[in-house]
């Protein structure tokens, strides 16, 4: 019900809502939660596990009750809570865990079992026969309880991540928070100010205090004018700080347009904020009371009633009730009767206390009964004048306050339980440089959170190094907070603490009867506090119940451990950019758009887009494309894009030593213009890596690495320059992004080059392994006649830029010859026919003894990884060697991955010889090959062994072989004619 | 997290590349015996307390850092470039 001409939005303009499908009238500054209470609505869910008849409990993020789903179809958003859910014309809010209806749920069912349901009932009950706890219990259980449901959609909100940096960080902006910001801004600190709230102010905006002569809201929104004025200051509202780490590192949730029904803007946004100092002025979070049926619509915490009443304008109830031990129950009658208001009693457990206002008042009173099946209809209470029923529909309840301690805990801190306001508060130096001021470390009154904001920030701001301006605090109250104990009332009927989980007194008890008496294990028995809320209201209380019933205090029972997110955080919002290409961007050649051009399928190579083959019209399969590559490249001309291969620029006059010691073979014995194959180890002894390095000049060398290992080079060689080898005087950078280069190979690979090279080059003057500038076009590019192919071929580079259209110019020339371009199938061909390795082979696990390159490791030098690869271990015959194998029937399948056994063996691990890692059909040889890794495996070429690929289903007797299947003296790489 | 570059300054730890103990850097001369290479290689102590490891600034100035930090409290008290602290 709506009380005309009061609270702080009381001249918005009208905004219309729906829930259920019924249409309703809110007002434009409402969240859902008072829109639904100013029209009557009490009735919003249904509980977790019972699924008892819910309303709204408080006015905060710590809603326990009033979860709604948003939105439909791929913009479903479940769980929302109502009490923070701001209003906007044509909001249409569903209930959840209810059916067929809210007021009629079948499931309700579960109630009246409530015997049979208590906590660790599934542990006890579920347990036989083993097997049908995953097929029959659990999916039952599951579609029986549970809160909103997903969509089962893809996502299509867009949702963003953002970092900030500041001096002082200020949570919260009630009047500890305000005040704190406003001194740490005027010494000169750059300070963001972060709220959950649409609106700065705190409980400013809930209560009816004056601060400064002035209504509470209208100092509070003064305060923020002149902040906002400040260019040293970022306020952040609808934002909640949701975790504290490291380094003063905090995680923050902006809801960016949750509140609008605008769907081009992020719906959130996930902040890293790194702060200096922090100062947390969190407040404090009401607790209910657990009595017999304190769950129903109706019964909600006296905070949150004010909250309604004082900044929306709405009464929960036409005839209201008050049940507390401790002066909130005074102050919320007095804010209610002055707004015209019923209240029909203020329950209070205390004896020495009097009414503040024209309203009856029950002392040493308790409720031990309420009555309503949908929603409150009286309350029985007891008292020192006896028992009597009352009807009201709405009872506010207070429990007392629990200062929000959560952030200071979420480094390993535990709060220290504080006895004078029966709480726990936050324990000092939890979080490194934060300092906790206001409700949030116990002071209760408004007068001394202004007063502890301003001492906290001006303490904050002297480490800074900054002067604070004296400021005055400001004028407000400062009555002491009185309250006693209680925190369980007996009676018949269930006293609910966890409303989310619905968990109730008795299931504690149980807990502790059962043995489950430390704190963390009652949490896991009945699952108190492990909903989407936490506990936020009702850890305090269970831990209470708990220490009761253990016979021992509550500091001695301590708390259970927060940890972030303070609040629900969406999985969207903390992944926000890691999707599609910015968890896997896509790195593209300059010959990118000319492959694409020609119709090329793409295959990823780390983040690379490589071709896999180049179809042709007619070609029907990959592998007819790729036998016609290979055949091109040995019978005529390739081109293939090879860009990806890390390139690394090496120079200084001790260029030649570095490369020595990071390749376990010699390079400064390499001639100036020469290439050489070189070979890293890993200190353990292992292969690290392979490739050509280039000699460009004395001190001058190019090393090409791996696609795959390129960034894991660059990271070593910076190591080896920089903590084993300072030493040496050379340089290093990255240049893979700076040169196109391209494999040009064949028989016909000169004469093209020939075509577009600016002087022709000949046999003579490029030896293989030749290497050095040319020119084309005028442009100045490199040569390097190496091949991966085993044919007559160079590498041909260009600066980037100049890569397109050199690959065009190549690829047109090709053709012009007969040839053309070919991709990774044929490339992949090609290699295994010639026995060159890739990282198939050289996995991590292999020793250069393994793949036949013992006698490369020098011995006349230390390199990395030299005295680990001379260990015995790595140097015996049983290892597994590399070595070729043939189908010994030409017409059967090798197969990648398959495992070697000895003819007639059992193919089992036991017997295990060895693996396949590459495989290939040869068009050249006309049948499949493979190499692989066999147990001293360079002694038994000419053996056969059978291959067996349990996966594929695959078994083929195969002959053994040197792992170089075509043309093994190379001649046709080293060709040296003009011809 | 964050960690101090000596060059960059403080920085996010997504901009650097975790190594291990700065033991690494300790590299025993290529005769020094099977005992020494494998203390080098793969005995680590698992320490609760002050450790000293190697973080590569990978996405910064690509410098190796040796970092003093602090696994209990996760205070780092510290980080100096490796250049020249090798033996």
Known sequence: ?979 | MRLPCPLCGDRDRREFYYQGHAVALDRPARDAGDGAWDDYLHNRDNIAGEVRDLWHHEAGCGAWIEVTRNTVTHVVSGARLVRGTAK
């Open chain 1, 1 to 979: 019900m709506r009380i005309a001409g009061k609270g702080l939005n009381a001249g918005g303009a009208p905004v219309s809502f729906s829930f259920d499908g019924t249409i309703y009238e809110g007002r434009e500054g409402d969240t859902l939660a008072a829109a639904l209470l100013a029209n009557d609505v009490r009735l919003v869910g249904r509980s977790f596990k019972y699924h008892r008849p819910r309303g709204i409990l408080t006015a905060g993020s710590e809603e326990p009750n009033a979860l709604v789903t948003l939105g439909t179809h791929a913009a479903q958003d479940p769980n929302i809570r109502a009490t923070t859910q701001e209003l906007y014309d044509g909001l249409a809010a569903r209930s959840q865990n209810a059916w067929p209806s809210l007021k009629r749920d079948a499931m309700a069912v579960n109630d009246l079992m409530s015997p049979f349901l208590s906590a660790g009932f599934y542990y006890k009950t579920f347990m036989w026969p083993k097997s049908f706890w995953e097929k029959v219990y659990e999916p039952i259980i599951r579609r029986a309880a549970g809160l909103g449901a997903i969509s089962g959609v893809t996502n299509e909100d867009t949702y963003e991540k953002a970092f900030a940096h500041c001096d002082v960080l200020v949570i919260g902006a009630g009047p500890a928070g305000l005040m704190a910001a406003l001194v740490a801004a005027q010494a000169g600190a750059d300070v963001i100010l972060a709220d959950e709230d649409s609106r700065m102010g705190g409980r400013l905006l809930a209560e009816t205090y004056s601060v400064d002569g002035r209504e509470g809201a209208d100092w509070a929104a003064d305060i923020v004018a002149r902040l906002m004025a400040m260019d040293n200051v970022r306020l952040m509202t609808r934002t909640t700080i949701t975790g504290a780490y490291d380094q003063g590192t905090f995680g923050a949730l902006e809801r960016v347009t949750h509140h609008t029904a605008a769907t081009q803007a992020p719906r959130e946004c996930f902040w890293r904020i790194v702060a200096k100092r922090s100062i947390l002025c969190a407040g404090a979070l009401e607790r209910p009371i657990a009595f017999p049926n304190n769950d129903r619509p109706g019964i909600m915490t006296a905070g949150a009633v004010r909250a309604y009443l004082n900044r929306w304008g709405v009464a929960p109830g036409k005839s209201v009730t008050i049940f507390a031990n401790n002066d909130d129950a005074h102050r919320t009658a007095v804010d209610l009767v002055e707004a015209g208001v019923k209240v029909a009693g203020v329950i209070d457990s205390r004896a020495d206390v009097q009414a503040l206002g024209d309203y009856p008042i029950f002392t040493n009173g308790k409720v031990v009964g309420t009555k309503g099946r949908l929603g409150l209809e009286s309350i029985t209470v007891q008292h020192s004048g006896g028992t009597r029923d009352i009807r009201t529909d709405c009872l506010a309840m207070s429990g007392g306050w629990n200062p929000t301690v959560h952030l200071t805990c979420h480094m390993n801190g535990r709060p220290t339980w504080n006895d004078d306001i029966l709480s726990f508060v936050p324990t000092d130096g939890a979080i490194p440089d934060m300092t906790v001021a206001g409700a949030a470390r116990g002071v209760f009154s408004t007068h001394g959170c202004l007063e502890d904001g301003i001492a906290a920030a001006r303490a904050v701001v002297d480490t800074l190094g900054l002067d604070a301006v004296a400021v005055d605090t400001p004028s407000a109250d400062d009555s002491a907070y009185r309250i006693e104990p209680l925190w369980q009332v007996e009676g018949k009927g269930r006293k609910w603490l966890d409303f989310q989980n619905d968990v109730h007194v008795k299931d504690i008890k149980l807990a502790a009867q059962e043995n489950f008496r430390s704190v963390e294990h009652m949490k896991r028995y009945t699952t108190q506090g492990m909903a989407t809320d936490q506990g936020k209201n009702s850890n305090v209380a269970a831990l209470a119940v708990l220490a009761d019933a253990t016979g021992r205090g509550i500091p001695e029972t301590g708390t259970t451990t927060f940890r972030p997110p303070y609040a629900p955080v969406s999985i969207a919002a903390m992944g926000a950019g890691a999707q599609g290409h910015g968890f896997a961007p896509e790195r593209h050649m300059t010959s990118h758009q000319a492959t694409l051009d020609r119709g090329a399928p793409m295959i990823e190579a780390g983040l690379w887009y490589r071709p896999s083959y180049f179809p042709k019209q007619g070609e029907t399969t990959w592998l007819e494309s790729c036998n016609r590559e290979v055949g091109m490249v040995r019978n005529t001309v390739g081109i293939c894009d090879v860009s990806t291969l890390g390139k690394i620029d090496i120079q200084g006059p001790d260029a030649a030593a570095f490369l020595d010691f990071v390749y376990c073979n010699t390079f400064s014995t390499l001639k100036e213009y020469r290439v050489r194959y070189g070979l890293m180890l890993r200190e353990d002894g292992h292969v690290m890596d392979d490739g050509t390095t280039a000699r460009l000049g004395a001190n001058h060398y190019v090393m090409t690495t791996t696609t795959a290992a390129a960034g894991q080079v660059m990271k070593h060689l910076d190591w080896v320059s920089q903590a084993l080898r300072p030493d040496l005087d050379v340089r290093f950078a990255s240049v893979t992004e700076q040169w196109a280069q391209f494999a040009v190979a064949g028989p016909k690979s000169r004469d093209l080059l020939n075509t577009v090279l600016d002087a022709d080059i000949d046999g003579e003057s490029w030896p293989f392994m030749a290497c050095g500038d040319v020119s084309i076009g005028g442009i100045v590019g490199r040569l390097f006649r190496i091949s991966f192919s085993g044919e007559h071929a160079y590498e041909v580079s260009v600066p980037a830029r100049f890569g397109a259209s050199l690959f065009r110019q190549l690829c047109a020339q090709a053709e012009a010859m007969g040839g053309g371009v070919y991709g990774m199938e044929a490339l992949n061909v090609l290699r295994i026919e010639k026995g060159f390795i890739t990282h198939s082979e050289i996995h991590g696990r292999v020793s250069a003894f393994d793949i036949g390159f013992g006698r490369m490791v020098s011995q006349k030098k230390d390199c990395i990884g030299n005295a680990a690869s001379q260990r015995p271990g790595l140097l015996e015959a049983e290892r597994e060697q590399l070595v070729g194998f043939k189908p010994v029937d030409k017409a059967e399948k090798l197969t990648a991955g398959a495992h070697l056994f000895v003819e007639g063996a059992d193919a089992v691990r036991l017997n295990d010889q060895g693996y396949v890692t590459s495989v290939c059909h040869s068009p050249t040889l006309g049948h499949d090959l493979a190499l692989g890794f066999l147990r001293d495996g360079a002694n038994r070429h000419g053996e056969t062994v059978m291959m067996v690929d349990h996966l594929r289903g695959v078994k083929t007797l195969c002959e053994v072989c040197h792992p170089v299947f075509f043309d093994p003296d190379n001649t046709r790489a080293k060709e040296t004619s003009n011809g």
